[in-house]
């Protein structure tokens, strides 16, 4: 089955305390990518990787890291959060082409709570 | 990518034919429309997409104007289950290597 799974899916954390994030795909996609969501301001692009070490900016990418070792993993590093990192992340993939080629998938979900 | 106008919200009884619009004055030759949903507490999934032609799937079916200025989203019998968010997005030819937008969306309740 097609999946991109997520963990943790819920993370109670402080602030300053580094946390990952780790997302995987099974579908041998090029192209993946970190949202976060919140009220009122929709998803928005925190970083994505086009393949293997090739990774870069996203609309929000302040407070972020990404790393792309292998084709299928693509972690989320916060590296000292702060509550206004507070919000449901997302990652997703995708191959490359165009049309069904292009398909996002996304992952369940991690619900991250800053104190 | 071409900007999409849809509505805020709609509302629909179960069971019954629900059309969810969306405006694409802008779309270029090459555009492929996107639909998208995302339920309550989920990440948005896949609903279909088409070029120019009307598309149908097991989720949905795509209607697309003739000029392509606007595209219609036809869920045939809705079901609770149906209510989320509904994104349509433009994709251009060649954009491959760029994010998917997700504007606003419309949201979509379904009454029992």
């Known amino acids: 089955e097609a999946q991109v799974t997520q963990n943790p899916r819920y993370l109670i954390t402080v602030t300053g305390k580094k946390l990952t994030v780790t997302c995987s795909q099974n579908?041998?996609?090029?192209?993946m990518s970190w949202y976060r969501q919140d009220p009122g301001l929709g998803l928005r692009q925190i970083y994505y990787?086009?393949?293997?070490?090739?990774?870069d900016k996203g609309d929000v990418p302040e407070g972020y890291k990404v790393s792309r070792k292998e084709k299928r993993n693509f972690p989320l590093i916060l590296e000292s959060p702060s509550p206004n990192q507070t919000s449901l992340y997302f990652c997703a993939s995708r191959g490359l082409g165009q049309g069904l080629e292009e398909t996002q998938y996304f992952g369940p979900g991690t619900r991250l709570l800053v104190l | 990518d071409a900007k999409t106008t849809q509505p805020n919200s709609m509302e629909s009884n179960e069971e019954e034919p629900v059309h969810l619009p969306c405006n694409h004055s802008?779309?270029?030759?090459?555009?492929?429309i996107h639909w998208y949903r995302q339920l309550p507490s989920q990440g948005p999934e896949y609903v279909i997409h088409?070029?120019?032609s009307n598309v149908n799937n097991r989720m949905a079916s795509l209607a697309i104007a003739e000029d392509r200025k606007s595209s219609t989203l036809i869920l045939h019998r809705a079901t609770l289950r149906d209510a989320a968010v509904y994104y349509c997005?433009?994709?251009?030819?060649?954009?491959?290597?760029?994010?998917?937008?997700f504007g606003p969306g419309t949201r979509l309740s379904v009454l029992p």
């Open positions: 802008t779309i270029s030759g090459t555009d492929y």
């Open positions: 997005i433009l994709r251009g030819l060649y954009n491959y290597g760029q994010n998917f937008v």
């Open positions: 088409g070029l120019t």
């Open positions: 579908m041998n996609h090029e192209y």
């Open positions: 990787s086009m393949n293997v070490e090739v990774t």
